[in-house]
């Protein structure tokens, strides 16, 4: 009632008039807020707006329910592809904890994501015991209009593990050899596949809680070698992980991921970019 109220006093006021009182009766401005929610139609699930921001980035609540399954705990990442979701997946017992990619809403977005999954799907298909350090997808559905991917979850990545452990110092060469160890095996498992994952940064090498298992995730930008529209570009991987023929503008293969692995190894150990 207050609300149509509201909307009443909203829509017949008139701006011309001369009439003050009709003035001293205009609703607060917390009151149009709220008198604007229900004209929008906030809880309208036909409205994207209520679920997406002006970038096409999904709005994560905490407590929803995703897809009838994955109860939200909250963003925990935000890239150029996609919004990162930690959740309880609910029809495990007991519940388990997930890692939901929430892919941006728009059409290049979507036409990456089905890359990025065939992808996934290849790397995890030919690593059935998960022993190869690659991320692993469990589900993909769609949410929302918004593709959405299913991760194990891990603790937390590289970068804040250095950061808690060894900023501006490094870490103990022995975790740097352990970890060191276990990214090469993962790339000559995507390359095995004649997969490029081409973003190999701290921030997308994940580590377990007990700090003894480190796994490459985020393929949003990986390509296979064998695809035929791998246009040069100086810009691939990130600014201090990128190899000198990508940024000399040469012709680029898997070995591009060799060399930010290395950078990645270097930084961990002296604590300092390379």
Not at 61 to 68: K, P
Not at 236 to 260: C, H, I, N, T
């Given at each position: 009632?207050?609300?149509?109220?509201?909307s009443r006093a909203i829509?017949?006021?008139?701006?011309?008039?001369?009439?003050?009182?009709?003035?001293?009766h205009l609703p607060s401005s917390t009151n149009l807020v709220h008198a604007a929610s229900h004209l929008d139609g906030e809880n309208n699930p036909?409205?994207?707006?209520?679920?997406?921001?002006?970038?096409?980035?999904?709005?994560a609540r905490v407590g929803e329910l995703i897809n009838d399954r994955y109860s939200s705990l909250g963003v925990i990442g935000k890239g150029v592809f996609s919004t990162v979701i930690r959740c309880t997946d609910t029809k495990i017992d007991p519940p388990t904890i997930v890692a939901i990619k929430m892919i941006r809403n728009n059409d290049t977005m979507r036409k990456a994501a089905e890359k990025?999954?065939?992808i996934l799907k290849q790397i995890t298909n030919?690593?059935?015991?998960?022993?190869?350090?690659?991320?692993?997808?469990?589900d993909h559905s769609e949410f929302r209009s918004h593709v959405v991917f299913v991760?194990?979850?891990?603790?937390?990545?590289?970068?804040?593990?250095?950061k808690k452990f060894g900023k501006y110092v490094g870490i103990n060469v022995s975790a740097v050899r352990m970890y060191a160890k276990q990214l090469f095996i993962?790339?000559?498992?995507i390359s095995e596949q004649q997969i490029v994952h081409a973003d190999i940064k701290l921030?997308?090498?994940?580590?377990?809680?007990?700090?003894?298992?480190v796994k490459i995730c985020d393929f949003g930008s990986a390509f296979r070698e064998t695809d035929g529209d791998n246009d040069i570009t100086p810009y691939l991987q990130s600014r201090f992980y990128r190899a000198p023929e990508v940024m000399l503008g040469l012709k680029y293969d898997r070995q591009v991921d060799l060399w930010s692995v290395a950078t990645c190894l270097y930084e961990l150990f002296t604590g300092y970019v390379m």
């Amino acid at each position: 009632v207050a609300a149509e109220t509201n909307s009443r006093a909203i829509t017949s006021f008139d701006i011309f008039s001369s009439d003050k009182s009709e003035i001293a009766h205009l609703p607060s401005s917390t009151n149009l807020v709220h008198a604007a929610s229900h004209l929008d139609g906030e809880n309208n699930p036909h409205l994207q707006s209520n679920w997406d921001d002006s970038e096409g980035y999904y709005k994560a609540r905490v407590g929803e329910l995703i897809n009838d399954r994955y109860s939200s705990l909250g963003v925990i990442g935000k890239g150029v592809f996609s919004t990162v979701i930690r959740c309880t997946d609910t029809k495990i017992d007991p519940p388990t904890i997930v890692a939901i990619k929430m892919i941006r809403n728009n059409d290049t977005m979507r036409k990456a994501a089905e890359k990025e999954l065939s992808i996934l799907k290849q790397i995890t298909n030919t690593d059935p015991n998960g022993k190869r350090y690659c991320v692993r997808v469990l589900d993909h559905s769609e949410f929302r209009s918004h593709v959405v991917f299913v991760f194990e979850c891990l603790s937390m990545n590289l970068r804040d593990t250095l950061k808690k452990f060894g900023k501006y110092v490094g870490i103990n060469v022995s975790a740097v050899r352990m970890y060191a160890k276990q990214l090469f095996i993962a790339l000559r498992h995507i390359s095995e596949q004649q997969i490029v994952h081409a973003d190999i940064k701290l921030d997308n090498i994940l580590v377990s809680e007990d700090l003894k298992h480190v796994k490459i995730c985020d393929f949003g930008s990986a390509f296979r070698e064998t695809d035929g529209d791998n246009d040069i570009t100086p810009y691939l991987q990130s600014r201090f992980y990128r190899a000198p023929e990508v940024m000399l503008g040469l012709k680029y293969d898997r070995q591009v991921d060799l060399w930010s692995v290395a950078t990645c190894l270097y930084e961990l150990f002296t604590g300092y970019v390379m």
